[in-house]
């Protein structure tokens, strides 16, 4: 079992609409409602790929009530535990004509310190029969701004592999406890080291990881993919087109696929070739926490791995990242992919994301899953 910790679930409420209209009336056409939270996609995007998934965090109200039903729907080992407030929701409106998606995030409500205390235990009673451990998302109103950092200490201490995904103070405190792995979008890294180049952030990112113990930095950049920072060397990993669809969640699809598959002797190119497949594929699916088989299966035989050298240390002289080339795409290869609105990415793998018609996220960056 992979334990997904998700200090603040939601019902993640998504609207789809062939058009927004901001400043007037919109007819929704199509809703869909279920149990959310990043630790709820990762679970979900676990159980996809077969592997046992268990959901650990609070739930309260009638809103905790229609998550957990979901949960169980979902065929997810439930760990929550009931908490007196009610339980948030996000909505995350998608416009057809635009490809763009925007999401709204409730904070959530306020906890306690016995609550504090109800997921300390439970995730004790948990770990043991844990064979990895993902933290993700925002803590809510009320917990220790240090709550990841104890559940990082704790797993390591059990011996259990930990990945951490979240931002902001809860993401830096975390980060000194020493995870073995996290993975930042490109907001998350700037926002921690406060560096705009990419490749410069994540060297930065895993010094200050590594020192404390941990492993990897595997940041997703959007469409341009994977670079990871590892003890045994730097990777990127992309496709060589973009996929149009909600990109919301592709990243915690990139986290189950990184906890997936044998629990060792995994080599990192396969990991990460893994992870951008299936996040591909979920920016393919209509709704964060669901995968595309078909985009899955096409994605996994275009990705592109390839090592780099890491960047000169910051401050330095400053040699850029090398990159890994990318070949073009045939277009028959695009017609197969499942995703008929493919279009090429532009080839500077470790610039900067730059916004594509096809990634509405890129150009919403603050509204983020929490
Ligand atoms: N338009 C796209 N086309 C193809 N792959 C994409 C696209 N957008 C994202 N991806 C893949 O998904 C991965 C994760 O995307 P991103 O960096 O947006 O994650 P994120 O912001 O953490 O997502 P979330 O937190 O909503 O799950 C990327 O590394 C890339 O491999
Ligand atoms: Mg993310």
């Keep these: 079992m992979i334990l997904a910790v998700t200090p603040n679930p939601a019902l993640d409420v998504t609207y789809h609409l062939a058009e927004v209209v901001w400043d007037g009336s919109n007819r929704v056409g199509r809703v869909a409602a279920r149990a959310g939270g990043k630790g709820?996609?990762?679970?979900?995007?676990?159980?996809?790929?077969?592997q046992p998934a268990a959901v650990l965090g609070p739930l309260g109200g009638r809103t905790g009530d229609t998550v957990r039903e979901d949960l169980a729907a979902a065929g997810l080992r439930d760990a929550t535990?009931?908490?007196?407030?009610?339980?948030?929701?996000?909505?995350?409106?998608?416009?057809?004509a635009s490809g763009e998606t925007t999401v709204f995030n409730e904070a959530g409500p306020e906890l306690t310190g016995a609550d504090w205390a109800h997921l300390l235990d439970a995730y004790d009673a948990l770990l043991p029969g844990a064979r990895a451990v993902a933290l993700c998302g925002s803590l809510p109103p009320g917990f220790p701004v240090t709550a990841y950092a104890e559940l990082v200490r704790r797993a390591r201490e059990a011996g259990r592999p930990v990945l951490l995904d979240a931002s902001g103070a809860a993401f830096r405190e975390g980060l000194a406890a020493g995870p073995d792995l996290v993975k930042p979008n490109a907001d998350e890294l700037r926002e921690a080291t406060g560096e705009a180049d990419p490749a410069q952030a994540v060297a930065a990112l895993a010094a200050r990881l590594q020192a404390a113990g941990g492993d990897a930095v595997v940041a997703s950049l959007g469409a341009q993919g994977l670079l990871a920072a590892t003890r045994a060397g730097w990777w990127r990993a992309r496709l060589p087109y973009a996929i149009r669809g909600n990109p919301t969640g592709a990243g915690d699809a990139g986290v189950a696929a990184l906890l997936a598959g044998p629990d060792s002797g995994r080599a990192w190119p396969d990991r990460l070739a893994e992870a951008v497949a299936w996040s591909a594929s979920a920016v393919a699916a209509p709704e964060a926490g669901s995968v595309d088989r078909t985009t899955y299966v096409t994605a996994r035989a275009h990705v592109i791995v390839g090592g780099v050298e890491p960047p000169c240390a910051a401050g330095g002289e400053g040699a850029p990242a090398r990159s890994v080339?990318?070949?073009?795409?045939?277009?028959?290869?695009?017609?197969?992919?499942?995703?008929?609105?493919?279009?090429?990415v532009p080839a500077s793998p470790i610039a900067p994301t730059p916004p594509t018609p096809s990634t509405a996220k890129d150009r919403h960056a603050p509204h983020r899953h929490g």
């Design 325 to 344: 080339p990318l070949p073009a795409l045939a277009a028959d290869a695009r017609k197969g992919s499942g995703t008929p609105d493919a279009a090429p």
């Design 81 to 96: 535990f009931a908490v007196c407030g009610e339980t948030r929701r996000t909505v995350t409106v998608v416009d057809k």
């Design 40 to 50: 709820v996609n990762v679970a979900r995007v676990l159980a996809a790929l077969g």
